[in-house]
């Protein structure tokens, strides 16, 4: 009896650790496959003739040209990230993502929303708001945020992978926006200057939290534009 007792536990041991090993491999599969949809959706939307978008990026490069001038001066907190931005519904991009970001050196698509909410978070890549919106522009630094201890998706796991001129693009509704990591850094959550627009850049910041499993600090890769 006590034999068979071992060998039900010692099975139900190797059940539960393989289990444990396909969990994250099978619930990323499953997120990636709703990413696919939801890109694959946002295409649709931008294909179509539709005036709204470019009022709509007309607005963008205006309130980038006003976080420049205004120093980001509303932007004085970590709080600040989780502001939300507006409904892009309306504008016709229907699953209200401003477009989508591709690391190849991390085999990584995400779609980024607008606001650094919960909910967003757990959707894909957010733009951090009181930053520049990412359409490009001399004066600009758009910072996007992930996360990288989610149990369901890898995201911005594996940032610590990107290396000094490794690639990243930025797909928004209007064209896209081609970038090279150009330095790495670790700060603490409320660093904020280091997030700042730097004058006659046009950047991209990544943002996540640092440790791997823990959240003291904050890992960023700074990209620069590729013209």
Known sequence: MKIKIIRITAILLLIAGVVVLLYPRVTNFYYNKNV????????????IDNAELESLYQWMVAENEKLFTSGQKDLFDPFSYEQPGFDLTKYGLT??????ITIPRMDLILPIYLGASHENMFLGAVHLTQTSYPVGGSNTNCVIAAHRGYSKALMFRRIELLEIGDPVEIRNFRETLTYKV?????????DIPAILIQPQKELITLITCHPLGGNKQRYLVFCERVQ
């Open 182 to 190: 150009v330095k790495t850094d670790i700060i603490d959550p409320s």
């Open 36 to 47: 696919t949809q939801t890109l694959r959706s946002f295409e649709t939307d931008i294909d």
């Open 95 to 100: 699953d209200n993502i401003v477009g989508y």
